[in-house]
């Protein structure tokens, strides 16, 4: 069995990570299946379209989903020397442990090996010159976000949720990881995912997870909701001819909301074109 320890070299996650993008955005959730990675791929594609050099970086170790949504899970990473090359489509330079192991098999990595393989995301990746790179957080509160969180200088934070009140709770944590001493990272928003349903007679709208307590709501957590994305059966399923949703379905209601997404985020950070 190949031993992958040997991808890494013995630099200390210790040391300040840099990263090559003038602004860092972490996309994040407090649990899995709310669709971090969905907001995440078609962020990035909203902002290519409005002119902006994006990375993306699935920091998603055990369900790096990012290959997939972009049609490129069947490319394998090329290396030049100890640099790795970004795969680059639609406009986007991206990077994924999808891409460097086989995706039919579990990865079983320990906290620490897993660190290193983010660390070599950063250090040992040919990124190009980029204006802004998402990176697409694992859920939760784990020792990789954490480790993230830590040790990179992020321009701000985005929490995706489902407005459900077990969602919310977990939400809750998500934001006082962002929060924490030597963290201290800004969250510029939540967005609020699968918020509703639209009706394709009629275009009414209806709640999804209709909360019956105010108090255990989105807004009631304190962050301006910078967009609401409706159930669109759609948005994850891969075509025959590999086009993500957002270049495909352009007039769709959600596209219109990440394009929104997309206009506060650039907002928020302040974000130009180099």
Known sequence: ????????????LFDKIPVSAEKVVAVA??????????????????????????GVMDADIYGPNVPLMLGVDDIKV?????????IEKF??????????????????WRGALA?????????????????IMLI???????????????KVKLDGGIIVTTPQ???????????????????ETEILG??????????????????????????????????KVLAELPFDNGVGVKKDNETPYYIDQKDTLFIKEMDKLAKETVKSINLKKK
């Open 78 to 86: 090329r290396a030049e020397g100890e640099f790795m090359i970004p």
């Open 1 to 12: 069995m190949e031993d992958k320890s040997k991808l890494f070299n013995s630099t200390s």
């Open 29 to 54: 959730s407090g649990k899995g299946g709310v669709g971090k990675s969905t907001v995440t791929v078609n962020l990035a594609l909203a902002l290519a379209s409005m002119g902006y050099k994006v």
């Open 190 to 223: 939540i967005v609020e995912n699968m918020k509703y349903l639209i009706c394709s007679h009629c275009n009414e709208k209806t709640e999804m997870f209709p909360v019956s307590d105010p108090k255990n709501s989105t807004e009631s957590l304190g962050y």
């Open 136 to 150: 697409d957080l694992p859920p939760g509160t784990g020792d990789v976000p954490l480790s993230i969180l830590q």
């Open 165 to 183: 009140e077990a969602s919310i709770a977990d939400v809750l944590k998500m934001i006082n990881m962002f929060k924490a001493d030597k963290i």
């Open 91 to 108: 406009g986007l330079q991206i990077m994924s442990v999808g891409f460097i192991t086989d995706k039919e098999k579990a990865l079983i």
């Open 115 to 131: 660190n290193k393989l983010i660390e070599q995301f950063f250090r040992n990746v040919k990124w190009g010159e980029l204006d």
